[in-house]
C-alpha cells in the first residue's frame, strides 16, 4: 500500500510540473535523457495494469529516484501576467506611455531596453520574460515610481548587469542559468527584497553585503548548501527563505545575520544546526519544515523573541533543550515526528496558544501542562495515550482539541462543560460506554461545539491540520 501510495504522488507531481509548463534540468544531457525515457516508462504501465508488472515497477521508480537528486533546477515556461500592459500595446500606440504603470516585454530578442519605456514615466512594474536584454541602465532612475522589476528566464550569453539605480526596492531573477545571474546586487542601493526563487544550478549565496537597505531574501528551489556564508554577512537582513535548497546543516556563519526575524529551512535534507543560531536574538518565526532533525541544539533556548516553531515531518524522538526561556512562544509545530514523551519544561510556555502533537508515540502529557492557561489548540491525535491525559482538564481556554484515533476508551464528564470549545474530535477510539461519550457530545452541541465522533454515527474526518 505504502508503494502504491508513493507511485501515486510521484504521479501527481508529474502532472502538476506538465500543468505549470515545468521541466527538470540536469547537469549532463546523459541524465536528461535518462529521466525522460524513465517518466515514459512509468507512464506507459500505468496505462496498462501496473499489477502485473510490479516488480518493474519499483525498479524504474528506485531510477527515477536517484535520477531525481542530480536536478540542478527546473525550466520553466513563464507567461506575461495579465494585469501588466503589453509591449507590443506600447508599440502599435493603443496605449500612452504615461498611463502604463505595469509594463510587460516579453520574447524580446533585442539586448537592451526599448527606448519606449523611458516614455513610461509613471510606471510602477516592469516584467521582462524571456528576453536577452544584457543591462539593465542607468537611465531607470528616471522613472522615479519604478519600485519593481521581474526578470524570467534571462537568456543572454553573460550575466545580467545592473547600473547604479536609487530607485527600485525590489527585484525578482527566475527561471536562470546560475552563470548569467548578476556578479552582485550592490548597485541596486534601494534594494529592500530580492527574490533568486527557482534559478538553475545556484549553488552560492549571492552577496549581498553592501545592499544595506534589504530585509527579505528569498532563495527558494535552489542548490544552495550555506557552505559559504563566511564571505557574506548583513545587519539588517529580517527575512531569510531557503525552502527546498540542499542544505545538511546550518552552519555558524548563519550568525552574520543578527537582525533576522524570519527563518525558513523547511524541505532541506538537514540534520544538525550550531548552537551560534542562539545568537539571533530578534528571529521570531523559524520553520524546518520536513527536514532530518533528531533533536534540538541548546542554541534554541536563546531565542528569546521566538512566537512560532515549526518542526512538524522530522525525526525528533526528544525535545531535550529548556524551553522555559521562550517566554514569547505563541505556537508550537511537533506533529509527525518520533517524540515518546516531552519535556516537563513545556509548562513554562506561559504565552502558548497553538500546540500540535499529533502522529508522535506519546503515551502521556507532561503534568506542567496544567499551566498553560492560554492555550486555544491542542492536537494530540494518532499517539498512544490509552488513558486520558486529565491535564487537559485545567486547560479551559481551549477552543479546538483532537484526541482522535489515541485509543483512548473514556473522557470524563467534565469536558461537558469546557464553555469555549468550538472543534471536538474523538474519532477513531474504541469506546468502552457509548452512551456517555455521546451525551457528552450533545452537551457540547448545545453550546455551539462541532463534535467529530464516531460511536452510532457516520464518522466524520476532523479538519486537515495546517
Wanted: one cysteine or more.
Amino acid at each position: 500500500m505504502k508503494k502504491t501510495l508513493n507511485i501515486v504522488l510521484v504521479l501527481a507531481c508529474l502532472n502538476t510540473a506538465n500543468a505549470q509548463i515545468t521541466t527538470p534540468v540536469f547537469s549532463s544531457k546523459k541524465d536528461s535523457t535518462e529521466f525522460a525515457q524513465v517518466q515514459q516508462s512509468i507512464r506507459e504501465i500505468f496505462t496498462q495494469n501496473p499489477q502485473d508488472r510490479q516488480a518493474e515497477l519499483d525498479s524504474l521508480m528506485n531510477l527515477s529516484n536517484t535520477l531525481r537528486s542530480k536536478i540542478i533546477g527546473y525550466r520553466t515556461i513563464y507567461k506575461p501576467q495579465e494585469a501588466f500592459t503589453s509591449y507590443s500595446d506600447l508599440l502599435n500606440k493603443s496605449v500612452e506611455p504615461t498611463s502604463v504603470t505595469q509594463l510587460s516585454i516579453s520574447n524580446n530578442t533585442s539586448k537592451k531596453l526599448p527606448a519606449i519605456v523611458f516614455s513610461c514615466t509613471n510606471l510602477n512594474e516592469l516584467e521582462l520574460v524571456n528576453t536577452k536584454v544584457k543591462l539593465l541602465p542607468k537611465k531607470l532612475n528616471k522613472l522615479t515610481n519604478l519600485k519593481s522589476i521581474y526578470v524570467y528566464n534571462h537568456v543572454s550569453d553573460k550575466k545580467l548587469k545592473l547600473s547604479k539605480n536609487k530607485t527600485v526596492e525590489r527585484l525578482l531573477v527566475r527561471g536562470t542559468e546560475s552563470t548569467q545571474l548578476p556578479k552582485n546586487y550592490q548597485s541596486f542601493t534601494a534594494l529592500r527584497e530580492l527574490d533568486l526563487t527557482g534559478n538553475i544550478g545556484l549553488n552560492s549565496f549571492p552577496d549581498i553585503s553592501k545592499n544595506t537597505r534589504l530585509t527579505k531574501l528569498n532563495l527558494l528551489n535552489n542548490q544552495l548548501t550555506l557552505t559559504d556564508l563566511d564571505r557574506v554577512s548583513h545587519q539588517t537582513l529580517e527575512e531569510l527563505n531557503l525552502l527546498n535548497n540542499k542544505v545538511t546543516t546550518v552552519p555558524a556563519n548563519i550568525a552574520n545575520f543578527p537582525g533576522l526575524k524570519k527563518l525558513i529551512l523547511s524541505n532541506n535534507p538537514l540534520h544538525s544546526i550550531d548552537p551560534s543560531i542562539g545568537r539571533l536574538k530578534n528571529l521570531e518565526e523559524i520553520a524546518f519544515y520536513n527536514c532530518k532533525l533528531t533533536d534540538l541544539t541548546p542554541g534554541f533556548e536563546e531565542l528569546e523573541n521566538l512566537r512560532q516553531i515549526d518542526l512538524y515531518h522530522n525525526q525528533l524522538k526528544t525535545v531535550s533543550i529548556d524551553l522555559s526561556k521562550l517566554q514569547k512562544l505563541e505556537i508550537l509545530y511537533l506533529s509527525h515526528n518520533e517524540l515518546t514523551s516531552l519535556t516537563e519544561s513545556i509548562g513554562q510556555l506561559s504565552q502558548l496558544r497553538e500546540l500540535y502533537l499529533s502522529h508522535n508515540r506519546l503515551n502521556y502529557l507532561p503534568k506542567s501542562m496544567t499551566k498553560l492557561s492560554q492555550l486555544r489548540v491542542l492536537r494530540i491525535n494518532n499517539n498512544s495515550l490509552t488513558s486520558f491525559p486529565y491535564e487537559i482538564l485545567t486547560l479551559k481556554n481551549l477552543e479546538n482539541l483532537d484526541i482522535s484515533r489515541t485509543n483512548l476508551y473514556s473522557i470524563p464528564e467534565d469536558m461537558s462543560s469546557f464553555e469555549h470549545l468550538q472543534i471536538f474530535a474523538l474519532t477513531g477510539n474504541k469506546w468502552e460506554k457509548d452512551d456517555e461519550i455521546i451525551r457528552i457530545a450533545e452537551a457540547l452541541r448545545k453550546r455551539g461545539t462541532i463534535v467529530h465522533l464516531n460511536t452510532l454515527e457516520k464518522e466524520v474526518d476532523p479538519p486537515r491540520e495546517n
